[in-house]
């Protein structure tokens, strides 16, 4: 049986589950030997590229409006309905593949793949799938909602952003307290939804022949480098390495305060300057000042920006109804990457962007790659891309090409220097928070959950004081929405972040040679094992204390040497 493709993503845009597996049979039926391999893995990638393409658009629309019921059903009837049943038929055909007992060059990665996924797979776990797709849309729904009263008027939360940055000490204050509050108020009934999808997860792990989730996901993840004692050590070595160097940033950030003590709601105020960095007024103009960034840094990764936005491919604006967060999602069909954000006119907005940016240039040069297989790694490749492009653009965000004068520039990179020694602290504590909820035995237990979040965060963030404000601290994980959404997908930001440190390094030795390395690890996409396109960008996996403390040591001579130039 053979079934024409539609030309573009539109013609699956309302397609039903019943036309979509009229396709996959089609693929299953199909004469399939070494001679016909080639040409059915087109047709079967470019299948699989059409459907991810022509759901991108649905899930785009919610997201950008959490309001609107018809782009929740939409976006609903994709993702409950249609990829959890194409993914069991992925499955299926993985499984013709793998049979025939032939890997082609560049697919050993996929293959590996494939087996994992036909290990895992079991029929009962794709309603779970299902329904925890409808949990984490309630979740969305629940979080883009939040409002709060601003000044005599409602406000979406992440708009309270430039005033947690206040010079006023009070203002801050007072707008912490109004950004935490709605996750304080719902604490209870995010605590039930977050119940139900631990439930859910177990259930997979358990459908699976896993003892828990956590086991379940470094094989769904296709984890195939390290494992969940290598994460420990991680932990271990952020907890000797990492939060010393950041709880000296942080008192040098007091005294330069004047403080007695840094309470929550002085860590995002700018110590260097009176009034808050404001490199942009909104959306549009974020945009094109980054274009002019990364123009200054590579001209290429400039045009391929400048496609971007001419193709109307970024929404950048926080609004009410807004799905919180930002993301940069891949139209595979096209080969064209969307970035969502949530910008409010801070300098952080201006970093989010890069990051995703990131994401975007691996979607632009792993597109060459023939399978939709080939080009998208493991995350934590993908934000090996990301984390590296802040570093690599950092320098370019004063004189003559960036959105800052000199002076600012150098606070800019001070600020973003201390933000991944915060985010390393942040990050441990959320992949060990995660690891408890799935394998102590008490992870349905909602009060348990909070106490142990409070302990974690006890260990790793230290420095601020957080007396009388147990329900705020506490409601800190709620507010992490890959916990509730995106379960285990946050070591590999720490992975990356180290691997990031070592791309920036060599850049500062090397130049354009670092930035060509880092050009071709984007190429690679996943036609490698992990450690190799670590290595093709010029880093490697780390995990011990003995290899994070010269680029710690390297972060913390930066800073001091731009608290120089800025005359801390």
Known sequence: MTVELPATSAGLAHTTWEECRAYYEAFAEAPLDVASLESWLRRWSRFEELLTEAASPAMIAYTCDTGDAAKEAAHLRFYTDIIPKAEEQGVRLARRFVALGVVPEGLETTVARFRASIDIFR?????????????????????????????????????????????????????????VAPYV??????????????????????????????????????????????????????????????????????????????????????????????????????????????????????????????????????????????????????????????????????????????????????????????????????ELASMSMELLAGSHLGPPAGMLDSRDAAIARLEHLEDVLMSLAHIASVDAFQGWIY???????????????????????????????????????????????????????GIAQFGALQVWRNHRREGAVALEAYRRFLAEGAVRPLPELYRTAGAGLIFDPVSMRPLIDLVEEEMEQLRGLVGA
């Open 123 to 179: 029929e009962a776990n794709v309603p779970l799938f299902s329904e925890l797709e409808e949990l984490g849309s309630r979740y969305q729904r629940m979080t883009g909602g939040m409002m709060t009263e601003w000044e005599g008027e409602q406000r979406p939360l992440p708009m309270l952003a430039p005033f947690l940055q206040a010079s006023d000490r009070a203002v801050r204050e007072r707008a912490f307290r109004a950004t």
């Open 185 to 382: 108020a719902a604490r209870d009934a995010l605590a039930e939804l977050f119940t139900q999808m631990v439930e859910r997860r177990q259930a997979v792990a358990r459908n699976a022949n896993f003892s828990d989730f956590q086991t379940f996901s470094f094989a769904a993840k296709h984890r195939f480098d390290y494992a969940t004692g290598d994460c420990a050590r991680f932990h271990d070595a952020v907890e000797s390495v990492v939060v010393p160097a950041h709880s000296r940033a942080l008192q040098a950030r007091r005294r330069r305060l004047g403080l007695d003590a840094l309470r929550p709601w002085d860590v995002a105020v700018n110590p260097y300057r009176a009034e808050p960095l404001r490199p942009f007024k909104d959306g549009v103009e974020l945009a094109r000042g980054v274009r002019r960034i990364l123009g200054a840094l590579d001209p290429v990764l400039g045009a391929e920006f400048q496609t971007m936005m001419d193709e109307e491919l970024l929404d950048l604006d926080s609004r009410k109804g807004k799905a919180p967060g930002g993301y940069c999602d891949t139209l595979h069909a096209r080969g064209r990457p969307f970035v969502f954000m949530n910008a409010s006119g801070v300098l952080e907005d201006v970093m989010t962007l890069l990051h995703e940016a990131g994401h975007a240039f691996h979607a632009f040069a792993s597109h060459e790659q023939p399978l939709i297989w080939q080009r998208h790694p493991g995350a934590e490749a993908a």
């Open 439 to 493: 394998t102590s035995g008490e992870g349905l237990d909602p009060e348990a959950r909070d106490l142990a979040w409070l302990r974690y965060r006890q260990r790793f963030e230290q420095g601020v004081d957080w007396s009388g404000l147990t329900a705020e601290r506490t409601a800190r994980w709620y507010r992490q929405l890959h916990i509730f959404l995106y379960p285990f997908y946050y070591i590999e930001y």
